[in-house]
């Protein structure tokens, strides 16, 4: 079974410009969570989504955005990046999300703004 | 507010000798706690949980154990191997939204030959 893939492995932005990630889930899970990682706050929620619905958020401004379509795959959005969101962004999926189940993590996205 | 904290940013012990990982927490609303192990370049990898009707989970080398009274939950490695190397991190999750963790600022572990 494949694991969670996120593309592009890296990305160089400057400051203002927008970028869009890619989350694939494994198989069958209809829930993806995205998070930020920096050495500073370690891994934040940003959103999770579950059959094409934002679940819960994150408190994170509104410049980032996610949407899921109906296989399941995530796309997540930051419009007029700053340099502050230099991170590694990690996807995670799960069958249901709940019921304490496991996440599956990506290796992840890693984002520079200069 | 960091509701989950690690306090120790890292860790060095010989092979072979117990690794211990501390973890605190201050939102007594978390019900479910997991411990993830990182790799450089990867993305978090599961290692063993703990909910908290329970004081402790063993998997193999590794226990989870919880003490809820003090908010205070730690990771045994024993023994420990150069292989276990890593970044692990302590999260926590409320009402069984795992979806929605938690997370420490994580302890990098090395364990030396």
């Known amino acids: 079974k494949a694991g969670v893939t996120q593309t592009p492995r890296y990305l160089i932005k400057t400051r203002g410009q927008q970028v869009t990630l890619s989350c694939s889930p494994i198989?069958?899970?209809?829930?993806v969570s995205w998070y930020q990682q920096t050495p500073g706050q370690g891994l934040q929620f940003l959103f999770e989504y579950f059959s094409e619905t934002q679940r819960n958020k994150g408190n994170f401004p509104g410049r980032f955005s996610g949407r899921q379509f109906s296989n399941s795959r995530s796309e997540m959005n930051v419009s007029t990046l700053e340099l502050g969101d230099s991170a590694l962004y990690l996807c995670?999926?799960?069958?249901?999300?709940?019921?304490?189940?496991?996440?599956?993590f990506g290796s992840g996205t890693q984002l520079s703004v200069l | 507010d960091q509701q989950v904290k690690q306090n120790s940013p890292s860790l060095s012990v010989q092979e072979g000798r117990i690794s211990i990982l501390n973890c605190d927490y201050t939102n007594s609303m978390f019900d479910y706690f997991l411990w993830y192990k990182k790799y450089p370049a990867e993305g978090p990898t599961f290692l063993i949980s703990i909910s908290s009707i329970k004081d402790k989970n063993e998997d193999g080398r590794f226990t989870v154990f919880l003490n809820k009274s003090a908010k205070h939950l730690s990771l045994h490695i024993v023994p420990s191997q150069p292989g276990d190397s890593a970044v692990y991190f302590c999260a926590a999750s409320v009402g069984g939204s795992n979806y929605k963790l938690t997370f420490g600022k994580g302890t990098l572990l090395t364990v030396n030959p």
């Open positions: 198989s069958g899970h209809r829930s």
């Open positions: 995670a999926s799960s069958s249901t999300g709940i019921a304490n189940e496991k996440l599956f």
